[in-house]
């Protein structure tokens, strides 16, 4: 069986936690079947592996309708395959339309949802209109949707009430706890700037509304002084919101000292060093399908502190690996805090505790590094997704 999975993100250029699954899976699947990756951006080199590039006659477009050129670019490349497999709404379109020229199921997986993700808008303009109407396409003709968590699975059903349920299915993002695994370094930790004698929180995140680095900053005011604050964030959504954050760290520097932002890629050599180093992890995020940032802090070690919303709550276990922080959202597909002084109360509470006995956050960290490898290896979703795989072609035959 030859699967072609279509996806913006691929190693070297990944971002986001969608392009750390699809890596991760596609090595995990090419132990079992015949895969071939169709990728935005600059050639690579790799076997099986190409990619596409903007078209000139579009280089001026609104970033919605380059990424819709970029997709009919990979169509024809598709025949041949017996399923093609897309991730993110910059990907579906490549997959719906190759399963109608080509005659084969396409398959979803889901990463976010549009819907529930209108802070876009800010991003992308009218081509928002776009991004969401590709994905409702491709999410009710697929053959099968993958959702990356239980509350992934209940986001598309409530999205898209039209799917019928038997046609979503719940495999989670992984971890590779090889790769991912604890790593003191001491000088490597000094370069970053942290002081491995004083409680450590780190944040590592996309700078974005759903991630809720504001909601952080200012629960910061209010931690312990002892306490530093690492940030790993970058690639901005718009110039409004990196404007908003740089005010933000601007004034936390003023009123307090260990406030460290780091906003280039780090390699993940300095990531590991630093989640091993922190005496916790933080993922304030108001939006967040899975998480797969959440299980690389667990993979190195650290407790997680994460908003009890999206599938947080299926990774991080309360009390157990860290501490879960309740919100009460509004509807509006924003995932706003109803209250949002209480969130930050509640978040400062919960980083406050951990941060104060740094021999039960190590506990938490052990007992997070054993869930990580035990309940989210890629063999098992390589060989869960494997047998979609089969069981959908089989299917359309």
């Known amino acids: 069986m030859r699967v072609d999975i279509v996806s913006k993100e691929y190693p070297p250029e990944v971002y986001g936690g969608a392009g750390v699954h699809v890596a991760e899976l596609v090595r995990a699947l090419r132990e079992r079947i015949d895969v071939r990756v169709r990728a935005f951006g600059a050639p690579r080199e790799e076997a099986g592996t190409t990619a596409y590039a903007v078209p000139a006659e579009l280089s001026q477009a609104n970033t919605a309708i380059q990424t819709l050129g970029v997709d009919l670019a990979m169509v024809g490349d598709i025949a041949g395959a017996d399923l093609v497999h897309s991730h993110t709404w910059y990907a579906n379109f490549a997959g719906h339309t190759a399963s109608l020229l080509h005659g084969i199921p396409h398959i979803v997986s889901a990463h976010s949802l549009e819907p529930l993700r209108p802070w876009k808008a800010e991003q992308l303009g009218g081509g928002y209109a776009v991004s969401s109407w590709v994905e409702r396409t491709a999410y009710t003709s697929a053959a099968a949707v993958v959702a990356v968590?239980?509350?992934?699975?209940?986001?598309?059903?409530?999205?898209?009430?039209?799917?019928?349920?038997?046609?979503?299915?719940?495999?989670?993002?992984?971890?590779?706890?090889?790769?991912?695994?604890?790593?003191?370094?001491?000088?490597?930790?000094?370069?970053?700037?942290?002081?491995?004698?004083?409680?450590?929180?780190?944040?590592?995140?996309?700078?974005?509304?759903?991630?809720?680095?504001?909601?952080?900053?200012?629960?910061?005011?209010?931690?312990?002084?002892?306490?530093?604050?690492?940030?790993?964030?970058?690639?901005?959504?718009?110039?409004?919101?990196?404007?908003?954050?740089?005010?933000?760290?601007?004034?936390?520097?003023?009123?307090?000292?260990?406030?460290?932002?780091?906003?280039?890629?780090?390699?993940?050599?300095?990531?590991?060093?630093?989640?091993?180093?922190?005496t916790t992890f933080v993922c304030p995020s108001v939006y967040e399908p899975l998480g797969i940032v959440n299980l690389e802090a667990m993979a190195c070690g650290a407790a997680v502190v994460g908003t009890a919303t999206g599938g947080i709550p299926e990774v991080v276990e309360d009390g157990v690996t860290g501490r879960l922080v309740p919100i009460e959202q509004m509807q509006?597909?924003?995932?706003?805090?109803?209250?949002?002084?209480?969130?930050?109360?509640?978040?400062?509470?919960?980083?406050?505790?951990?941060?104060?006995?740094?021999?039960?956050?190590?506990?938490?960290?052990?007992?997070?590094?054993?869930?990580?490898?035990?309940?989210?290896?890629?063999?098992?979703?390589?060989?869960?997704?494997?047998?979609?795989?089969?069981?959908?072609?089989?299917?359309?035959?």
């Open 149 to 278: 968590s239980g509350g992934m699975r209940s986001d598309i059903l409530r999205c898209y009430p039209e799917i019928d349920p038997a046609k979503v299915h719940v495999i989670y993002n992984g971890i590779d706890t090889e790769e991912w695994a604890p790593l003191e370094d001491p000088e490597t930790l000094s370069a970053l700037g942290v002081d491995a004698d004083r409680p450590s929180i780190v944040f590592v995140g996309r700078i974005t509304r759903q991630k809720g680095l504001p909601y952080l900053l200012r629960a910061a005011a209010h931690l312990p002084p002892d306490v530093q604050l690492v940030l790993c964030a970058g690639a901005p959504d718009t110039p409004e919101i990196l404007a908003e954050v740089e005010d933000a760290v601007r004034r936390l520097q003023e009123s307090r000292d260990g406030v460290i932002w780091h906003d280039r890629v780090l390699s993940r050599r300095e990531l590991r060093v630093l989640l091993t180093a922190a």
């Open 332 to 397: 509006d597909g924003t995932g706003t805090p109803i209250n949002p002084d209480r969130f930050v109360a509640d978040l400062a509470s919960a980083l406050t505790e951990v941060t104060a006995d740094r021999l039960r956050a190590r506990e938490f960290g052990e007992a997070g590094r054993r869930r990580a490898a035990e309940r989210f290896s890629w063999t098992q979703i390589a060989a869960q997704t494997a047998e979609l795989y089969a069981t959908v072609v089989a299917a359309s035959r």
